[in-house]
C-alpha cells in the first residue's frame, strides 16, 4: 500500500516538555475499543485536553491557541508503556507528523516509522534550547529535512542532526510500506522454515 | 566459535535475512493475539488482499477489555462486544485457534500462553502487547508490537526489527521472607529508571533468579518492559523444564525430547560480551510500593517519598506527585487504602493467589476496602478452587472473579473511581490506568494481602511476624 512521503517539513511547534509521557496518556485505553483505524485523534491526550464534564482545560498546551502546527515537541522517553500502535494513530490523526525528543521508547518508535509519524532524536541539550525558544516564540517555524537529516531553525540558526534507519528512511521518504517488502520475500521465507536450526 | 550470548543465539537463529543498513527480518515462532490491538491488522490484510500465512502459529484470546462478572452473558457494553466479537470472526475465517470469553482455555494472553505449553525455549514470541516480554521466563526472545507489526506477522510470520543491544543483570544472594520477585523487579526499576534499559535487550541471571520458580521469573520478565527493555530473558534450565513437563500438551509431544536436547545450548556462554552489565544482591531487597505516576518511582515500603527522581525532571515529579496527593519526605505506611487489585499478568498467577490466601487465612477483609481478585485465567480459577484457596479467600470475606486484564488497565468497567487509592499487583502506575484520576500504588501479591485486610499501607513482614510464618 502507497502511503505519504515524508520529505520536508516545516511548520510551528506544540511544546509538551514532560518526561515519560506514557501511551496511557496519549490515548487512554478505554478509547481503544474502535475496529478501525480513524478517529483517534479526537482523544488524543484525552485527560489532560478535558476534564470529568468533558469541558477544555485551558491551561493545556493543545488547548492554548498560540501553540499549533505539525511537531509536537516533548520529554524525554516519550511513548512508555503499552504498545497500543493506537497512541501513533491518535498523534498523526491529530495532525502531527513528527515528534521531538531526546529519547523514546522502543515499541513507540516503531509504531511511529510504520505510519509516517517521524520520531526525531535530538540531545537534550538541543531538546532543551527548542524547547525554549518554542515557548518564548510559538510563532517560530522549525525545519525538518529528513533526507539531510537535519533540524533547524532558520532565524535563530539553530541546528541539530539526528539519526534514522537508512532502510525506514527510505521508506518514509518514498512512502514504501514494510508489509509490502515482507509480502515480496514470501519465498525466502519459505525456504528459511525449510532449512532452520533452532 | 566465538561466545554468545543466549539472546544473540536465538536471535541469530531466527533471521531470514539481514536488510542492508536496515533492520533484520526475524521470523515468529509464536504469535498471540487478543482483542484490542488485532482488528485493525486484520482489516489491513483484506484492504491489501492478503491471507494469513501461517495460521497454526497464531493463537487468540479475548482478555482486554472483557467483563469479569456474568462472563457468560453477552458483553453489555457495545463497542467492547464488538471488538470481542470482531477477533472471534476474524480467527474463524482465518482458522486461528480463538479461546473467547468462557472457554476453559481462556485468559489473560501472558497467562494462558505458558500454561498451555505453547511458550517454550528458544522460541521467537510477538503479541500486540507490551508485556509479551513475560514468555522471556521460558528463555525466548519476547517483546510487545505494534499493530502494524501485527499485520506482517500475520501475512508473513516475520517482522522486521532492528537488533537490540545486549543487557545483563545478574542477582546474586536470596531474597529475604516477605519479599517476591515483584518486590525485586520494583526494585530494579526503582534503581535505574522506567527508560534503563531503552535499546537493550536484557538477561536476568544469577543466583537468585535460579532459586525463583518459572511464575515468579514471568512475573520479572513481565515487568523488564517498565524499565524500557525490549524485553527480558532467562536462560531455561531445571525449573522450566519440570514446569513444562507438568503440561501434558507438552510432555507428550515430540518436542518434549528435542528440546530437553537443546536446553543446555540454550545458555549464554562463559565469556560472551554483553553491552552492559549490572549486578544486584536480593538480600537488599525490602517489600516495595510505588509512589508516584510511573513504575520506576518506588520505594522500600517502610521507606520515605525522596525530594527528588533519578528521571523526571522537576515539574513532572512534582504533578506526579501532586496527582498521587503525597509529599515528599511522607511516608506511606499506616495510609488508608480504598481498593486492593490483585491479578493481571504480572500477579494472576496461581502462585499469586497462594500467597494471598496464605496471608489472608484467618484474617477477615477490612470493612472499608473493596478488593478485586482476578485470577489470570479459568485455569487459574479452577486450580485456585481445587486447592481450596477460593474457601480460604470466601471465609475471609473475599470474592473470586471471573479471568481477565480487569482492572489492570479498566477497559471493562472494575474501573477506580477518581481520587481513590488502590494497591494494585499489576504493573503499571500510569495517571489514568486504572480509571480517570485513580491513584495506583504497585506492589507484590503479600503487601497487597496485607492491606486487603489491614485498609492500609502495611508491610507485609509485620503480619506475618504476628503469624510466625
Ligand atoms: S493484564 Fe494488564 S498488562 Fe497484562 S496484558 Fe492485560 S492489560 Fe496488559
Known amino acids: 500500500m502507497k502511503r505519504e512521503k515524508f520529505t520536508i517539513l516545516e511548520s510551528t511547534c506544540v511544546p509538551l516538555p514532560q518526561s515519560n509521557i506514557d501511551t496511557d496518556q496519549i490515548i487512554p485505553a478505554r478509547f481503544l475499543s474502535a475496529t478501525s483505524r480513524e478517529g483517534f485523534g479526537e482523544n488524543l491526550f484525552r485527560d489532560w485536553r478535558f476534564d470529568k464534564e468533558g469541558n477544555r482545560i485551558e491551561g493545556f498546551v493543545l488547548n492554548r491557541p498560540e501553540y499549533k502546527g505539525s511537531i509536537l515537541v516533548t520529554g524525554s522517553n516519550f511513548g512508555c508503556g503499552s504498545s497500543r500502535e493506537h497512541a501513533v494513530w491518535a498523534i498523526h490523526d491529530h495532525g502531527f507528523r513528527a515528534v521531538v525528543s531526546d529519547s523514546f521508547a522502543d515499541i513507540f518508535r516503531n509504531n511511529a516509522l510504520n505510519n509516517g509519524l517521524l520520531p526525531v532524536q535530538v540531545t537534550s541539550a538541543e531538546l532543551g534550547d527548542l524547547t525554549e525558544q518554542i515557548i518564548r516564540s510559538p510563532e517560530t517555524r522549525v525545519k525538518i529535512d529528513l533526507d539531510q537529516q537535519i533540524i533547524t531553525i532558520e532565524e535563530t540558526g539553530f541546528t541539530a542532526s539526528f539519526g534514522i534507519n537508512a532502510f525506514k528512511k527510505q521508506c518514509l521518504l518514498q512512502g514504501l510500506d514494510n508489509i509490502d517488502y515482507l509480502l515480496g520475500m514470501k519465498e525466502e521465507i519459505m525456504a528459511f522454515e525449510k532449512n532452520r536450526s533452532l | 566459535m566465538e561466545p554468545q550470548t543466549l539472546f544473540d543465539k536465538i536471535w541469530d537463529a531466527h533471521v531470514v535475512k539481514s536488510v542492508e543498513e536496515g533492520p533484520d527480518v526475524l521470523y515468529i515462532d509464536r504469535h498471540y493475539i487478543h482483542e484490542v490491538t488485532s482488528p485493525q491488522a486484520f482489516g489491513g490484510l483484506r484492504q491489501r488482499g492478503a491471507v494469513v500465512f501461517r495460521p497454526e502459529r497464531t493463537t487468540a484470546t479475548a482478555d482486554h477489555n472483557i467483563p469479569t462478572t456474568d462472563q457468560h452473558l453477552p458483553i453489555r457494553d457495545e463497542v467492547s462486544r464488538a471488538q470481542v466479537e470482531t477477533l472471534a470472526m476474524n480467527c474463524q475465517a482465518a482458522g486461528i485457534e480463538h479461546f473467547g470469553i468462557g472457554h476453559p482455555s481462556n485468559g489473560i494472553v501472558h497467562v494462558t500462553g505458558p500454561e498451555m505449553g505453547y511458550t517454550l525455549p528458544g522460541m521467537t514470541i510477538v503479541c500486540g502487547d507490551s508485556h509479551t516480554s513475560t514468555h522471556g521466563a521460558f528463555g ?209 498467577r496461581i502462585e499469586d493467589l497462594r500467597a494471598f490466601a496464605a496471608m489472608v487465612e484467618g484474617r477477615k477483609k477490612a470493612p472499608d476496602v473493596t478488593v478485586l481478585i482476578v485470577p489470570g485465567s479459568q485455569k487459574v480459577a479452577r486450580e485456585a478452587e481445587r486447592e481450596g484457596l477460593a474457601d480460604i479467600l470466601r471465609r475471609a470475606g473475599f470474592e473470586m472473579r471471573q479471568p481477565g486484564c480487569s482492572s489492570c488497565l479498566a477497559m471493562n468497567d472494575d474501573k477506580i473511581p477518581p481520587g481513590k487509592y488502590a494497591v494494585s499487583t499489576s504493573n503499571r502506575n500510569f495517571e489514568g490506568r486504572q480509571g480517570p484520576g485513580a491513584r495506583t500504588i504497585l506492589a507484590g501479591p503479600l503487601t497487597a494481602a496485607a492491606a486487603a485486610v489491614t485498609g492500609r499501607i502495611t508491610d507485609p513482614r509485620e503480619l506475618m511476624r504476628i503469624c510466625d510464618f
Not at chain 2, 247 to 265: G, Y
Not at chain 2, 284 to 312: C, K, S
Not at chain 2, 317 to 346: E, I, W
Open chain 2, 140 to 348: 525466548t526472545i519476547a517483546f510487545g508490537i505494534g499493530t502494524s507489526e501485527v499485520e506482517m506477522v500475520l501475512a508473513t510470520q516475520c517482522i522486521m526489527q532492528t537488533k537490540p543491544a545486549r543487557m545483563r543483570i545478574t542477582i546474586n544472594g536470596s531474597l529475604n521472607k516477605g519479599v517476591t520477585s515483584k518486590d525485586l523487579i520494583l526494585y530494579i526499576i526503582s534503581s535505574i529508571s522506567t527508560g534503563g534499559a531503552t535499546g537493550y535487550f536484557v538477561e536476568f541471571a544469577g543466583e537468585a533468579v535460579r532459586q525463583l520458580s518459572m511464575e515468579a521469573r514471568m512475573t520479572m520478565c513481565n515487568m523488564s518492559i517498565e524499565m524500557g527493555a525490549r524485553g527480558g530473558l532467562i536462560a531455561p534450565d531445571e525449573v522450566t523444564y519440570n514446569y513444562l513437563s507438568e503440561i501434558p500438551a507438552f510432555s507428550e509431544s515430540p518436542m518434549a525430547q528435542s528440546l530437553a536436547d537443546k536446553w543446555h545450548s540454550l545458555q549464554t556462554d562463559a565469556g560472551a560480551v554483553f553491552d552492559k552489565e549490572l549486578h544486584f544482591d536480593a538480600s537488599d531487597v525490602p517489600p516495595m510500593i510505588t509512589y508516584g505516576t510511573n513504575p520506576g518511582m518506588g520505594m522500600a515500603i517502610d521507606g520515605t517519598i525522596p525530594d527528588a527522581a533519578i528521571t523526571d525532571n522537576t515539574s513532572s515529579y512534582n504533578k506526579s506527585l501532586d496527582y498521587m496527593g503525597f509529599r515528599p519526605g511522607m511516608s506511606l505506611l499506616g495510609h488508608p487504602v480504598d481498593y486492593v487489585f490483585l491479578g493481571s499478568c504480572t500477579n494472576g
